[in-house]
């Protein structure tokens, strides 16, 4: 089996991070609010502290009550001595949880989630100032698979990066899945999205958008690459049969979602990518402080 595990990509974002803080002496602090016990909420908390402690950003976790989030995040926005905020969901797990997102400022959104953010995205539009000096900000999970993805031979260094590939997304959540297809045809794909209603092609160039129906069979035997993000046992795991030859495969959830046999088939197999995410935001945290918080 060829795998590639995301801890070594991450190191080196994390060492570039950390010799620019260490080099310029910039003092950044991120908080981060936890209000539920889920376990997979906690144990990225820990990540995210571990990363920022790591590149040399100082890190505050809050554990906090539902029904105090919102004036707390008020007031971290207003606060000059925060440069960056996490929110660990779920909050209230339903649509609540999606106005806390947009609450944040975009100027200290390290996960590149609120709408200000994702409207550039979907909009290509990269850069947030008329001088193209601050480059736009991006979610941090859809660019840690977009950089492990450079690190494969589906990745070409010039023009369009994934120009004639044929990508199969099982995920279309607003935070993961929808913007990493986006991404990926922005930067020549053509992208199969899928989610529990089914799957549809996603081809974007310039202003011209198409969503046609696909099915997952059709997709899969097209696809070079296969992305899947299912947090769920009773997803139809992926397997090898299915796949084209020499497919590419990363799973970016907790749930595993291909088979051993579709792992073993795969060129390359990538089993997470969580490592990467939290470098991304340390990454974005960089951005974010260079771009608006820095004094001189």
């Not at 990363?51 to 007031?75: Q, W, Y």
């Not at 607003?174 to 794909?189: C, F, I, K, Q, T």
Request: glycine share 6%; net charge negative.
């Amino acid at each position: 089996m060829n795998i590639l595990e995301p801890n070594n990509t991450a190191a080196g974002f994390r060492n570039i991070v950390k010799r620019e803080i260490s080099k310029e002496g910039l003092k950044i602090h991120i908080v981060g609010f936890l209000a539920s016990e889920d376990p997979a909420s906690i144990t990225y908390s820990e990540y995210a502290r571990n990363g920022c402690e790591d590149v040399g950003i100082a890190f505050t976790l809050i554990t906090v009550n539902p029904d105090s989030i919102e004036r707390m995040l008020s007031e971290a926005n207003s606060d000059n001595t925060i440069h960056g905020i996490f929110i660990y969901y779920p909050v209230w797990s339903d649509y609540r949880d999606a106005e806390i997102r947009n609450m944040v400022s975009p100027h200290k959104d390290v996960e590149g989630l609120t709408s200000y953010w994702l409207k550039k995205l979907f909009a290509n539009d990269r850069f947030d100032d008329t001088e193209k000096r601050n480059k736009a900000i991006l979610p941090c999970t859809p660019l840690a698979i977009i950089k492990l993805l450079e690190e494969t031979e589906a990745y070409m260094q010039f023009g369009l990066p994934f120009r004639g590939q044929s990508v199969t997304i099982f995920n279309r959540s607003e935070v993961v899945g929808r913007p990493l297809a986006y991404m990926l045809s922005n930067d020549g794909a053509r992208v199969y999205s899928f989610d529990v209603n089914g799957g549809v092609v996603v081809d974007i160039s310039g202003t011209h958008k198409e969503e046609i129906a696909v099915n997952r069979a059709d997709a899969l035997k097209k696809s070079d690459i296969v992305i899947t993000g299912v947090p769920s046992k009773n997803f139809e795991k992926i397997r090898a049969d299915e796949l084209k030859p020499g497919t590419i495969c990363l799973n970016f959830s907790s749930v595993q979602n291909f088979e051993l046999d579709a792992k073993e088939t795969a060129a390359l197999y990538i089993p997470r990518v969580g490592t990467m995410t939290v470098a991304m935001c340390m990454r974005n945290a960089l951005q974010l402080y260079r771009n608006y918080h820095q004094t001189n």
